[in-house]
């Protein structure tokens, strides 16, 4: 898990100096912050992204989806959380 949250942030870093990434690329940094939190919260989520050749070869700025990603699950997770205990 440490490897994998070491493997995200030189990521992140390196596409940081740029101001425009592929979807794809973006999108993949967002598969590996989402494959940590289903190690941390293991059989309580689960994720399913769209396959390579379904996305869009389009240039979005640089980090962008991510943040939204994680905004969106910091905000459901009190919901999802009170249901379960």
Excluded: K
Aim: proline fraction near 6%.
């Amino acid at each position: 898990m440490v490897v994998q949250l070491a493997d995200l942030l030189r990521r992140l870093l390196s596409a940081g100096e740029r101001d425009f990434s592929r979807l794809a690329d973006e999108l993949q940094y967002v598969r590996q912050y989402l494959e940590l939190q289903q190690r941390r919260f293991a059989d309580r989520l689960t994720v399913v992204l769209p396959e390579g050749r379904d996305i869009a070869p389009v240039w979005v700025p640089s980090l962008i989806m991510q943040p939204l990603v994680e905004t969106r699950w910091c905000t459901a997770w009190p919901a999802i959380r009170d249901r379960w205990w």
